[in-house]
């Protein structure tokens, strides 16, 4: 039994075609083929090894003699069957279309998420709460089980509350078509902020008068770079000549004011540059930062190199040399740094004005860092031409150097005072200066007084740097001014039939959410009106932060 098993159990289809593939006929492929199957069929009859071994070798029992003592079966009779009538055979569209009963038992036993089942039959989560529902495990890891519905159950379901599939389908394309115009109108706004945001990149980053004191700025400081360097050079040689304390203290002083201004006119054209996705608030504070370089460099340098040197010539004393020399550059040098002097002066008062400003005020909060740093060296420049003067005169005089050591020392404490005062300024100024008290509050009035601001909380003003300014608060607005105007807009009769033709709670979401939007939009609208008035009330005022409470 397990050999005739072993002969035909396997897959016999696949034998014919090797027999065929070689070089069988293929009538006999196909017999033997048909035998194996007639072996199996009575195998599973449980019919006697011999027979089976006959419809292997291709013998039917039904025409063969029975063997001997054994008598023939009689045939069994057929009833003849009646034809039925024809019928029309559907069509391949049919049957595409009308499922197959296993097809429906699938889909009867079919599990389907609530999430799937609120996107695919426009449920809501109240609609599948008398359902049916089951858990399966979570096809992510080390997730909870999911809940899930049958899907025959939630179909059921949306047919009870949309009245037919048909109805679905057509709510569905309705939203379809209602998400398409939305995100056709979100385009629409993408391209004018794309617009919006062109025509602000073309629009100058700064204000005319901006600019001017930009310019003025740029033309003080370079000025002065030449100037220091022309005088460094001459007071160097002047000292080689001779090798007067206050001399060598002097040259220290121009050199340290030539680099120290070159980096302020880095600071300057470096400050002038628009705002990018780095640096959204700009680079005016890079004026600062600079002129902080400056102060540290000149405290170094100069003022410690000068003391330094007042200190040797004290325990040293170099011998006596011609001082013609040294009187002629001073006096040059006078002249040069009364020059760049009176430019920073002229630079820092026009803009005090334009501020409100007085002199010393716009001296002290640092407003213009480069100009500052140019007028208090120059200052300190022109009282070092007369220390040095004095200096070499007593020294002349007494036929001691002790004067000109001191001489030394003394512009070095000059130098070390400036700088002090240029490091405190800028580095309140970095860390965040606040603008004028009377400037703070004109701005506050003005925002108060529109229609739709009810109060105003929490209010910052940060001066920025190169006259730019920072303004923050939080606004309380008006929810019925606001909706006041948005009804304004609107055709009031209309809105009154459309509300009276509501029908079932999707309806009114839908109304909801339409007018909540546009109401929202027109908010933005007015928080954008609000701001430009204040940019055209104020024009130092480069960003506005305004938050809604």
Known sequence: ??????????????????????????????????????????????????????????????????PDGLPREPPA????????????????????????????????????????????????????????????RSPYENEPPIRVYFRAEVEQ??????????????????????????QQALFSVKKVLKDYRRGQREKPYYTQVEEESLRGSSHVVLTAVGINAINALGK????????????????????????????????????AQRANLDHPYGYSN???????????????LGSGVAFFHGFHALYDPAPLGDFLVGYCVLAAALVSESVTLALA???????????GFTFWQYVRQGRDPSVNVVLLEDMAAVLGVFVAGSSMALSAATGSMVYDACGSMVIGGL????????????????????????E????????????????????????MGNGLVRYKAEVDFDGRELTKKYLKSQNLESLAAEAARLDGSEAVEQYLLRHGEAIVDMMGAEIDRIESDLRKAFPQIRHIDLEIL
């Open 286 to 300: 890079v004026r600062h930062v600079a002129s902080l370089i400056s102060g540290v460099g000149i405290f170094c």
């Open 77 to 136: 009779l057929t009833v003849p069957l009646k034809k039925a009538a024809p019928t029309a055979e559907p069509t391949r569209s049919q049957l595409r279309s009308q499922p197959s009963s296993r097809d429906r038992a699938r889909r009867d036993r079919n599990l389907i998420t609530a999430v799937r089942a609120m996107e695919e039959y426009l449920m809501k989560s109240g609609d599948l709460e008398p359902l049916g529902s089951t858990q399966r």
């Open 1 to 66: 039994m397990k050999l005739a098993k072993s002969l035909i159990w396997p897959n016999q289809e696949t034998k014919c075609l090797l027999d065929w593939k070689n070089k069988m006929p293929l009538a006999a492929a196909a017999g033997r083929l048909l035998c194996a199957r007639r072996c199996g069929s009575l195998l599973r009859r449980r019919a006697p090894l011999a027979v089976c071994l006959r419809a292997v070798s291709g013998g039917d029992d039904s025409r063969r003699p029975p």
């Open 157 to 182: 379901q949306a047919i009870k509350k949309w009245g037919s599939l048909e109805r679905l389908e057509a709510e569905k394309r309705k939203r379809e078509h209602i998400q398409l115009a939305h």
């Open 415 to 438: 130098l070390g005072t400036v700088a002090t005062f240029i490091i405190v300024t800028n580095a309140h100024a970095l860390v965040g200066q606040s603008i004028r008290q009377e």
């Open 440 to 463: 703070l509050e004109r701005i506050n009035l003005r925002l108060e007084e529109d229609i739709m601001i009810r109060g105003i909380h929490d209010v910052k003003g940060i001066d």
């Open 236 to 271: 160097g040689v002047a000292f080689a000549v001779t090798g007067s304390s206050s001399l060598f203290a002097e040259t220290l002083h121009s050199l340290a004011d030539t680099a120290n201004q070159v980096i302020l006119a880095v600071g300057i054209h470096k400050s």
């Open 345 to 355: 002066a002229r630079n820092i008062r026009r803009n005090s004005r334009r501020q």
